[in-house]
């Protein structure tokens, strides 16, 4: 057996998480990426604590991820939105300067699978990131639901427990 099916057989059964939308324009009843991201984590045995829109604001972001992480029973946080190279864009911005560690492959191989699989050369202005802000697991991914899916399915949801299991094995 390899290492890696090792730590995974040794992860955790679930993940408790909380999803962040961030929109200027959308509402709960217009957020599909945000309703995406919960219903996949659902259906994929993991727990959503909360669900929330922010203003796409760095200040607003910040203080948002920070209550979260500050929240012990908040295992990790899913981001969507504000991840592109607009001016009013600051998710990446918010994102990056409270990471504590940082996991460049999520952005890298999510960029790859958007350009091979997706929007082609058009993955180069994708934003997407991802690490760990304490003991927490924070992912930032772009605002479609096709990209939501993308992250998701080929990335978080395979892998999330996997992190969580280095996260705790460390502290």
Partial sequence: MSSVEQHRMEAPDSVNCYVITVSDTRVMDTDK????????????????AGRTI??????????LIHICT?????????????????????TYEAVESLLDKTM??????????SYAEDIGTAAILSRAVA??????????????????RLAMTRLIIPELRHVMREIYKSS
């Fill in 131 to 148: 690490g760990t802000i304490g003991n927490t697991a924070v992912f930032s991914m772009p605002g479609s639901t096709g990209a939501v």
């Fill in 104 to 113: 460049p492959g999520f952005g890298e191989i999510f960029r790859y699978l």
């Fill in 70 to 90: 500050a929240d012990s029973s908040i295992e990790a946080v899913l981001l969507t939105g504000g991840t592109g190279i607009a001016p009013r864009d600051s």
């Fill in 54 to 63: 922010v203003k796409d604001d760095y200040d607003d972001i910040r203080e």
């Fill in 33 to 48: 990426s945000g309703l995406l991201i919960e219903t996949l984590l659902e259906e994929s045995g993991y727990k959503v």
